[in-house]
Structure formats: C-alpha cells, structure tokens
C-alpha cells in the first residue's frame, strides 16, 4: 500500500468520524426538541373549587359527577356544600378565597351577582339547542349568557284522581267543578297567584330596547288589575276559599281529600305520597286562550371572573349539566326522555314550557314585600283598582330607596 493511498483513507476516516458524532449530535437535538415540545402540548393538570348551593344530597350527587369527570380529564375538583349569603361569597371571591365556580344557585340572585362583576361570560360552545328557551330567558344580560341553565322547577295543578276524572282545560270549568268539588291554592303569594295575574295581562317588570328587564316598567299596577279581580273573585263571588287563606289551609284539605285542586310545587309530592294519596300532576288552566304562565326558578351553574381556570370550569359546568339534572325537571331537551315515564315529574315538566322566569334583577327584592298586602285584596277591604295603584306606589318607593342605598 502507497503512502498517498494510507494517506488518502485516513483523511476518509476522519471525515466518516466527524459525519458519525455530528448525526449523533442531531439526533440527540431532535429527540430534546421533541421531549420539549410534547411536554409544551401536554394539558397543565387543574384543581377546580366548586361551591353548591344544592341540597346536600344533591351535593353527594354532584361530587359523584364531579370526580368522574376529573379522571377523564385527569383533573381534580374539591366540591363544598355552601351555605353562605351574597356577601360572604363577595368577601372570598376579592380575597382570592372563592371557588371557580358555583353550582346550583337560584337564577334570581343572578342580577346581584352581575351587578357586582362577578360573573364570567359564557364562552362560545358551552351553550347549545339542547337548552329549553325559557331556561336560557334566565341567565341573559345584555343578550348575553352569564351562567349554565343546571335544573328548573315551576309550579303546576294537582288535582285529586279520586274526586275528578279530567282536568279542566279553561279558567272558567275549573272555577265551576271547583265550586262543587273544592279548590284552593295560597293567593296571598304572588309566587303562586302569578298565573292569574300573568294570565290576565299582568306582568312583573317590562324590557329595555335592549332586552333586559327594567324596573321603571312595572307591570303589577295598572296592568294587573283585572288579574286582582280574578283573585278577589276567587274568595268572594265564587266562594271556592277563606278569606284567611294560607298555603298551609290550602295544602292540609288537599291532604286530607277535602278538595279536588290544588296549586304547588314538586315540594310537596313526597307528603302526599306518603298520605296515600291518588294525584295526578296538570298544566295550569288555560286564560284568555293560552296556558297560565307560572314563575320560573332556574339553578344554575357560574363561573368566577377572577378564577385562573374558566376554562376547565366551563368544561367542568358543561359536562355536568349535560350528565344531570339532579332532583330538578330538565332544562335539556335530550333529558326530557328520561322522565316521558313517570307522570308527576312529566307534568310539572310540561307546565314549565309555559314558565316565565322569576325576574333575575335586584330590584325584585323590592316586590315580594307586597305579599303582605294581599290579604287586603282577597278579604274585599280594597277594590281591585285601588290595590294596583297601591301596589305600583309601594313598588317603585321601594325601589327607590333600594337603589339609594
């Protein structure tokens, strides 16, 4: 072998060792890049707190849901049964000591909470067709969701299966069998007379160009009046109650099978069930034409502006509502199958179609004080007339020195 050629195959040598610990070089930057780069795409793991405003069985249920959803997720969540006011949760939620979501509260208490800024906008996708309308009617601002529709519930007719075969499709057959077969509700409650007034033209509070409910359009005065009258009616023309009618006078002849009608809610389902009682659960009567509208109370699900987690929050509400409605009727339209079987939750069920939400603003805690004045009306000591003027003139003094505060 010639000196040039060993000369030649060594420089070849080196060439191949420097090619062989540079490919290696590369490899081992891509395999860290890649390391790197998977690490980057992988989901931070999240621990959500949730407050619930639920039932405490409702909350065992709750967590149930909850921890199923942190191990697909591979989240955690801390659920907390909370009792507390408005204000404590205003305390936690600005000492950075309250949760990323509450679950479960009434959606009449939203109008306090937005007010305050402490409600997240729902992201696009969390709300879809699924949600009844009048479900969605309740968590609205500006056109605009604040919350998750959770459950619902409304008010509706029972009537008893032992002393009347049908239900009376209209206002007036219903005052006509129930003179002759009993009816009774608490009509010194707006939450429970409101179908009557609503049924007559009345109303709570009108809509701004914008949409949103304005106290300054307040439909318990004049607008009222003949669903006043109706009421009056009730005890002294037709004679079907006492002029000291109480939920409880009401709720214990129904008990007892003295009476025939009787208007309530879900609440009182179990009580009757154990009395053995034989009831059906019915769609308010129809007036003027069109089903009686009763207030609608919907629970929802928020979410803290000031949580670092809203979107696994928004996915965690999601995910839940989507799983269950809990002891409440549904407010997904794919759930109302699950209850098409069972008669009682069916019929209250099919009456909130016709809900109208309870107001969501704070002024609302202005007019529930007019139950005290009622009984004013439903005993005659005040025409039906000169209680709509009454009540609007309380009302809006109320309101008044409410937004003075």
């Known amino acids: 072998m010639n000196k040039h050629f060993k000369v030649f195959m060594s420089i070849l040598t080196v060439i191949a060792l420097s090619l062989a610990f540079v490919g290696c070089g590369n490899k081992g930057n891509n395999k860290n890049e890649s390391n790197n780069q998977s690490k980057s795409n992988e989901k931070k793991s999240v621990e959500l707190t949730v407050w619930s405003h639920l039932t405490e069985e409702e909350v065992v249920?709750?967590?149930?849901?909850?921890?199923?959803w942190a191990e697909e997720t591979g989240n955690k969540v801390k659920v907390i049964h909370d009792k507390g006011d408005f204000?404590?949760?205003?305390?936690?939620?600005?000492?950075?000591?309250?949760?990323d979501i509450m679950f479960g509260l009434a959606h009449d208490n939203l109008g306090t909470f937005n007010q305050a800024k402490l409600l997240a906008e729902v992201p696009e996708g969390v709300?879809?067709?699924?949600?009844?309308q009048s479900a969605l009617d309740a968590v609205?601002?500006?056109?605009?969701?604040y919350a998750l529709p959770i459950g619902m519930e409304s008010i509706a007719l029972f009537y008893n299966k032992d002393l009347v075969d049908a239900v009376p499709e209209t206002i007036e057959e219903l005052i006509k069998v129930g003179q002759e077969k009993g009816f009774m509700f608490d009509a010194n409650n707006l939450y429970f007379n409101f179908p009557i007034i609503a049924g007559n033209g009345g109303y709570v509070f009108g809509k701004d160009d914008h949409?949103?409910?304005?106290?300054?359009?307040?439909?318990?005065?004049?607008?009222?009046?003949?669903?006043?009258?109706?009421?009056?009616?009730?005890?002294?023309?037709?004679?079907?109650?006492?002029?000291?009618?109480?939920?409880?006078?009401?709720?214990?002849?129904?008990?007892?099978?003295?009476?025939?009608?009787?208007?309530?809610?879900?609440?009182?389902?179990?009580?009757?069930?154990?009395?053995?009682?034989?009831?059906?659960?019915?769609?308010?009567?129809?007036?003027?034409?069109?089903?009686?509208?009763?207030?609608?109370?919907?629970?929802v699900a928020?979410?803290?502006?000031?949580?670092?987690?809203?979107d696994a929050a928004w996915d965690f509400a999601k995910y839940v509502s989507e799983k269950s409605f809990f002891n409440r009727l549904p407010v997904r339209k794919s759930h109302l199958e699950d209850i098409k079987d069972n008669e009682i939750l069916s019929g209250f069920a099919e009456q909130a179609t016709y809900g109208i939400p309870m107001p969501n603003i704070p002024e609302m805690q202005s007019v529930w004080p007019m139950n005290d004045s009622f009984g004013m009306l439903t005993r005659g000591e005040m025409s039906p007339e000169?209680?709509?003027?009454?009540?609007?003139?309380?009302?809006?003094?109320?309101?008044?020195?409410?937004?003075?505060?």
């Not at 709300?127 to 009844?132: C, G, K, L, R, Y």
């Not at 000169?386 to 505060?405: G, H, M, T, Y």
């Open 61 to 68: 249920d709750l967590d149930k849901v909850a921890q199923a």
């Open 87 to 99: 204000q404590a949760y205003l305390q936690a939620a600005n000492s950075s000591k309250g949760p």
């Open 127 to 132: 709300i879809t067709d699924d949600i009844q």
């Open 140 to 145: 609205m601002f500006d056109n605009k969701a």
């Open 211 to 299: 949409g949103n409910l304005t106290a300054g359009d307040l439909g318990l005065g004049e607008a009222a009046t003949p669903g006043y009258e109706m009421l009056q009616d009730f005890v002294g023309k037709y004679g079907l109650m006492p002029k000291d009618i109480t939920g409880d006078i009401a709720k214990g002849k129904f008990t007892n099978g003295e009476i025939a009608f009787y208007v309530s809610g879900s609440w009182d389902v179990a009580g009757f069930e154990e009395a053995g009682l034989n009831f059906g659960i019915s769609k308010m009567p129809q007036i003027k034409g069109k089903v009686a509208p009763t207030f609608l109370g919907v629970q």
């Open 302 to 310: 928020f979410v803290s502006p000031k949580s670092d987690k809203q």
């Open 386 to 405: 000169d209680f709509a003027k009454q009540v609007e003139s309380d009302i809006k003094e109320a309101i008044e020195l409410q937004n003075a505060e």
